[in-house]
């Protein structure tokens, strides 16, 4: 079945922009938008919270895909050196997402799921109610973080979240998100997903944890452009948690990585960063 993508840019540029020979152009509202845009508004103009780290953190509840990708663009292009780093909780409505450089043959079947072409890094993902999105929001120069150093430390957070809730998580070479390890039954699949964009020195998108969520439309892609990648959820694991508990510890993780980040000296590195899951 061959998908109906909704570009975020022009399809007819896809082949340049991923060779690097196009600046992508501002994403604009469809048709139909006004009513989620009109709920990320509302949603955003809450008082957020503040976290150790120097992070500023937003709840914002069940929310649509392309309003929240736009409000992320628009918060990145408008910040200032001195602009708070800031943290979005969130769900979304069911939504397949492909990368700058993602193949769009990785959508098998995606039935009556929009498929959305985005700028952020990665293959394809899904998104649905059930599970934990956390967009981050950085400015790595400010902070003096490298873009290898920042996935690292967001995947720690994912690791050490799991962690919290009996559940071990490990890295997999060459393929960035985070996977459940042995002794569990499932070990090897893949529980959370991780893609950022960095703009202007700045980072958006962020990372994805499964926590009770209908699991199915995995099955109408190749999930992060793997062929029968085992996709799971904490609730299949074993762990009842809500979404945005979960969420919130990540938040709490990384904020807790961020403040040690900050008191160290020049060039040490804080606690200990769990190693990658060794293959043959």
């Known amino acids: 079945m061959v998908a109906s993508i909704h570009p975020g840019f022009p399809l007819a540029t896809r082949a340049a922009r991923v060779s690097g020979l196009v600046t992508p152009e501002p994403v604009s509202a469809p048709p139909g938008a006004c009513a989620g845009e009109q709920a990320l508004r509302q949603a955003l103009a809450r008082p957020g919270q503040a976290l150790p780290g120097g992070l500023v953190l937003r709840s914002l509840g069940l929310q649509s895909y392309e309003p929240t990708w736009r409000a992320m663009r628009a918060f990145t292009d408008t910040r200032g050196p001195q602009t708070p780093?800031?943290?979005?909780?969130?769900?979304?409505?069911?939504?397949?997402?492909?990368?700058?450089?993602?193949?769009?043959?990785?959508?098998?079947?995606?039935?009556?799921?929009?498929?959305?072409?985005?700028?952020?890094?990665?293959?394809?993902?899904?998104?649905?109610?059930?599970?934990?999105?956390?967009?981050?929001?950085?400015?790595?120069?400010?902070?003096?973080?490298?873009?290898?150093?920042?996935?690292?430390?967001?995947?720690?957070?994912?690791?050490?979240?799991?962690?919290?809730?009996?559940?071990?998580?490990?890295?997999?070479?060459?393929?960035?998100?985070?996977?459940?390890?042995?002794?569990?039954?499932?070990?090897?699949?893949?529980?959370?997903?991780?893609?950022?964009?960095?703009?202007?020195?700045?980072?958006?998108?962020?990372?994805?944890?499964?926590?009770?969520?209908?699991?199915?439309?995995?099955?109408?892609?190749?999930?992060?452009?793997?062929?029968?990648?085992?996709?799971?959820?904490?609730?299949?694991?074993?762990v009842h948690a809500l979404p945005e508990t979960v969420a919130m510890c990540f938040a709490t993780e990384l904020a807790m990585l961020a403040e040690d980040l900050e008191r160290a000296p020049t060039g040490a590195a804080p606690g200990h960063v769990s190693p990658p899951i060794r293959t043959p």
């Open 85 to 238: 780093d800031e943290i979005w909780l969130l769900e979304h409505l069911p939504v397949y997402t492909l990368g700058q450089a993602a193949d769009p043959a990785h959508v098998l079947d995606p039935g009556s799921i929009p498929v959305v072409a985005t700028d952020r890094g990665g293959q394809v993902s899904y998104h649905g109610p059930g599970q934990a999105v956390v967009y981050c929001l950085l400015d790595l120069r400010r902070r003096r973080w490298m873009v290898r150093e920042t996935v690292q430390r967001l995947e720690e957070a994912v690791i050490r979240t799991l962690a919290r809730h009996g559940v071990v998580g490990l890295r997999r070479p060459g393929a960035p998100g985070i996977y459940v390890g042995a002794p569990h039954p499932r070990a090897g699949a893949k529980v959370s997903a991780l893609g950022l964009k960095v703009r202007n020195g700045c980072t958006y998108h962020g990372v994805s944890i499964n926590v009770d969520m209908d699991l199915s439309p995995f099955a109408g892609i190749n999930p992060c452009g793997y062929p029968g990648l085992d996709s799971v959820d904490l609730a299949t694991l074993g």
